[in-house]
């Protein structure tokens, strides 16, 4: 057989196994119910035989879209991001966990109810410290994954927050926590640091009324203060970014609803990022950021 036809076997094997797993997918997995994965999380979800833990990742992927609170935030997630941060996730079901989770990023798979997208990209950015910590995908499946993660950021429009009876939908916070491990990753290039800026820029302020209430500017300035600590962009590459974002606020005389919450989720996003700086921030960090954040800080004057 020849090499073109044993890659276009290979795609279809992977084609095949993807369509049954989507016909397959439930939520609680095949065989489990609540109760048991509520039993898994008293043990601190050990699951001795590898081979089960590797399928049970998998098959609790399609709980992150769960209505359930407990069940894709309390079992699902938690499940996942223990054994993702204890190393007992392989490299082949990390693959399949990015493979699966990318395009629920996508524009496309936004559904009504609002808990998909932003559990996947809090999913992704555990996926994605694995692969800053100890590097398991290639260039190109990561700039994939960046490529999805500012997409995704820089569009959220549902700003829905905690709900007493749904628990979490925190698209722009969960998307930010994903921009971090991206921009922790050293594999990083300034191209891809400067798409993450963009991203972050496009959120800070987002249209319309909306006030940001539930901690989004402090952790949308996360990405923002650790790419500052790389020392990739200069202090006039800085002081242009936060000129130009503090440039793109809407403003209105007399005010308007619009430009107070434009206001209000600016400064939610600066003066945290101010603090930091000021707190943790290295000198030379602070000479390269400072200038920038201060000027923009005045704007809101």
């Not at 094997?13 to 008293?42: F, Q």
């Not at 399928?55 to 992927?61: D, N, R, V």
């Not at 707190?279 to 950021?289: K, L, V, Y």
Request: charged content about 20%.
């Amino acid at each position: 057989m020849g090499l073109v036809n044993v890659i276009r076997q290979a795609g279809l094997g992977a084609l095949l196994l993807c369509v049954a797993l989507s016909a397959a997918a439930s939520c609680p997995p095949a065989g489990m119910d609540k109760p048991a994965l509520e039993a898994l999380k008293k043990t601190k979800w050990i699951v001795g035989d590898d081979a089960r833990r590797q399928a049970l990742a998998l098959e609790l992927l399609d709980c992150l879209a769960s209505p359930d609170p407990q069940l894709r935030d309390e079992l699902a997630f938690e499940a996942l991001a223990h054994w993702l941060r204890a190393k007992a996730i392989t490299p082949a079901t990390l693959h399949a966990m990015r493979t699966t989770l990318v395009p629920q990023l996508r524009p496309a798979a936004a559904d009504a109810a609002g808990f998909r997208q932003p559990f996947a990209a809090l999913a992704l950015a555990e996926v994605a410290r694995v692969d800053r910590l100890q590097p398991v995908f290639s260039a190109p499946e990561r700039a994939e994954l960046v490529e999805a993660a500012t997409g995704y950021v820089a569009g959220v429009r549902d700003y829905r927050g905690f709900d007493p009876k749904d628990g979490w939908r925190h698209g722009v916070a969960h998307g930010a926590d994903l921009l971090l491990q991206l921009s922790l990753n050293p594999a990083l290039d300034a191209g891809q640091l400067k798409a993450i800026l963009a991203a972050v820029a496009a959120q800070a302020m987002p249209p319309g009324e909306q006030s940001y209430v539930y901690g989004e500017g402090d952790r949308l300035m996360t990405p923002v203060f650790y790419i500052g600590r790389r020392n990739v962009f200069g202090t006039d590459e800085w002081s242009a970014w936060f000129a130009a974002l503090a440039a793109s606020r809407p403003k209105a005389d007399p005010a308007t609803r619009a430009s107070l919450a434009a206001r209000h989720n600016l400064s939610q996003f600066l003066l945290p990022l101010y603090a930091s700086l000021k707190e943790s921030g290295t000198p030379e960090m602070q000479a390269r950021m400072l200038p920038g954040v201060t000027a923009a800080l005045k704007t809101l004057d």
